[in-house]
């Protein structure tokens, strides 16, 4: 349907988003209980010196260290439960329960309109484990927004293995992932203020090719991190230069080998890190000074 100054949604779509007006699709019954965040956006606690571009070795299910409103951007992939090494053998309800108790806090040091990705893959086959639902359904109850997800396809690092079931016949065939998920929330159903005119550090072509729903780059190799399961720092890249200004602060409540904190200051962005693994907490520094070293030692050169 065209209007004099633009498009509105129609019943069968429209091919044009240029000057598009869907405030006829929000005001549907398909979103009667959704409500505008009544939030402060002006709230924006800084943070001390003395925890900026730090990790720290404990439990992120209490944050105090940090205040209220005061990160802009939070990236993670939380812990699969999954047998690997740093996994606790929790049942499914407690694996969630720990979760909340981290997503709780980290929604209470969020700026208002400020983001939290949420890195993760479903898990099994008898039965298959559906994490992402899980997670959606329990951000959804503790006040985040929901604003897409991003499927990740790792197809071309994910070699010639199969998931074979049933060979060549229909008795129980069995699929094979090849995909995980970043599940984008946000603090408030709007978006960041940028009172003090920060610098976005994106192109044209990356914001472009990032708005896409669907992202491929390889996996990361375990050996190589001596994690057993870091993401590419591709990934942190992404999601920084996608959803932060420059001398903002990201967040990893489950900071493993330190890619998010590398990504970070990549990017001239701050970071905070946490971790309960001692031997994790030691790599992730371990690796973030090796890279501004290696850095500092090209400058100089």
């Not at 498009?7 to 405030?23: A, L, V, Y």
């Not at 939070?74 to 694996?95: A, C, F, Q, R």
């Not at 230069?241 to 990504?263: E, H, N, Q």
Request: charge should be positive; aromatic fraction near 10%; charged fraction near 25%.
């Amino acid at each position: 349907m065209k209007k004099q100054n633009g498009t509105e949604t129609s019943s069968f779509g429209t091919s044009g988003r240029f000057n598009h007006d869907s405030s006829k699709f929000y005001s549907s019954k398909m979103y009667s209980d959704t409500s505008k965040s009544k939030l402060d956006h002006s709230q924006e606690n800084p943070i001390s010196e003395k925890i900026i571009n730090k990790i720290f070795c404990k439990s992120s299910e209490k944050m105090e260290e940090l205040p209220d409103n005061s990160i802009h951007l939070m990236i993670t992939s939380p812990p699969y439960n999954v047998g690997k090494e740093y996994d606790e053998n929790l049942s499914i309800e407690d694996y969630r329960s720990l979760l909340k108790s981290v997503v709780k806090e980290v929604h209470r040091v969020l700026v208002v309109g400020g983001r939290a990705c949420i890195n993760v893959a479903n898990l099994g086959r008898k039965p298959y484990i559906p994490l992402h639902s899980f997670i959606i359904e329990d951000m959804l109850n503790l006040g985040f927004f929901m604003r897409g997800e991003i499927i990740w396809n790792k197809g071309s690092s994910a070699g010639t293995s199969m998931a074979w079931g049933s060979w060549l016949s229909a008795t129980n065939p069995t699929l094979r992932d090849i995909h995980e998920y970043i599940l984008i929330f946000s603090k408030g159903n709007n978006g960041r203020l940028n009172l003090d005119k920060k610098e976005s550090t994106i192109t044209k072509e990356e914001f472009m090719e990032f708005t896409k729903s669907v992202w491929s780059f390889p996996t990361q190799s375990a050996r190589a991190v001596g994690h057993p399961a870091p993401f590419p720092i591709e990934l942190p890249l992404r999601l920084i230069k996608f959803y932060t200004f420059k001398g903002d602060v990201v967040l990893d409540p489950f900071v493993g080998s330190g890619t998010t904190a590398i990504a970070a200051r990549k990017l001239e962005r701050k970071y905070v890190g946490y971790d309960i693994s001692k031997e994790y907490c030691k790599l992730a520094e371990t690796r973030i000074k090796k890279e501004f070293a290696q850095k500092t030692l090209r400058v100089a050169v």
